[in-house]
């Protein structure tokens, strides 16, 4: 499931509308679900958000006032977003790859050098298949136009 951002704004609020292109231009690099809710006085958040607009809400958990730092943003929704299994076993294969790489070296050091330079090969080729394994989910994404077809769902 994909993170779930709310941007409480209102209507005559420059940086809510500096904040509404922030998230559509970083929704083209990770997929999330963007709810826009404008606030007015019948608004059950209107009293709590009026002061601080905009905010943005992600997964009612992290609460944002302005001013708000893209990169923030960003760091939270990268956090906010499920796991898979290739993501997992592409950051356990790129640990695994920086030990080969040690104990290569170590054997290269130690008197074993054409041994250790295997290993060493080795946990380069481990490693660039976790790095490829971890960045899966953002080719993937990006790739099927996922992006895409999320932004048009809740227009």
């Not at 809710?37 to 944002?64: A, C, F, M, R």
């Amino acid at each position: 499931m994909i993170p779930l951002v709310e941007l409480y704004s209102t209507d005559q609020c420059a940086l809510c509308a500096e904040a509404q292109k922030m998230l559509h231009e970083l929704r083209t690099k990770i997929p999330f679900e963007l709810r826009e809710v404008k606030l007015t006085p019948d608004h059950p958040q209107y009293d709590k958000y009026l002061v601080s607009v905009p905010v943005i809400l992600v997964n009612g958990k992290h609460e944002l006032t302005a001013p708000i730092d893209r990169k923030h943003v960003a760091r939270l929704l990268r956090k906010e977003m499920p796991r898979d299994l290739e993501y997992s076993a592409g950051k356990v294969l790129k640990w695994i790859g920086l030990f080969m790489a040690v104990v290569g070296l170590a054997f290269r050091l130690f008197g074993e050098p054409e041994l250790g330079y295997l290993i060493f090969v080795g946990a380069i080729v481990v490693f660039s298949i976790g790095w490829i394994l971890a960045r899966y989910r953002s080719i993937r994404v990006s790739s099927f136009g996922l992006n895409d077809r999320l932004g048009s769902e809740k227009r």
